[in-house]
């Protein structure tokens, strides 16, 4: 079992930074492929980013990529997502999930997540 926690989200104008961070409970933890994904307000939840068990392997979505950088500290039970340059369209409630198989781009393969966490940019 993995419990997850999000935290650093907030309101920012367009072209400021946030880094929002996933808390995660439990020993597998380093084992488990971790993922951020967002909804917006009537829209399907979206895939942003995901991070392979060791941290070696990093993937994106085209809209993110360039911007934002997945991160994660398996000692601290941590994931992070640094999201620079942000744009009004990166409005969403952005969440963190994990998944004991390989890192996938559909939520529906993410056995765990967190309540979601805020993130408004405002033009």
């Known amino acids: 079992q993995v419990q997850l926690v999000e935290s650093g989200g907030g309101l920012v104008q367009a072209g400021g930074s946030l880094r929002l961070s996933c808390a995660a409970s439990?020993?597998?933890?380093?084992?488990?492929?971790m993922a951020w994904f967002r909804q917006a307000p009537g829209k399907e939840r979206e895939f942003v980013s995901a991070?392979?068990?060791?941290?070696?392997?990093?993937y994106y979505a085209d809209s993110v990529k360039g911007r934002f950088t997945i991160s994660r500290d398996n000692a601290q039970n941590m994931v992070y997502l640094q999201m620079n340059s942000l744009k009004p369209e990166d409005t969403a409630v952005y969440y963190c999930?994990?998944?004991?198989?390989?890192?996938?781009?559909?939520?529906?393969?993410?056995?765990?997540w967190g309540q979601g966490t805020q993130v408004t940019v405002s033009s």
């Open positions: 991070i392979s068990w060791g941290g070696s392997r990093t």
């Open positions: 999930a994990g998944s004991p198989y390989s890192t996938s781009y559909y939520p529906n393969q993410y056995e765990y």
């Open positions: 439990g020993r597998t933890f380093s084992s488990y492929a």
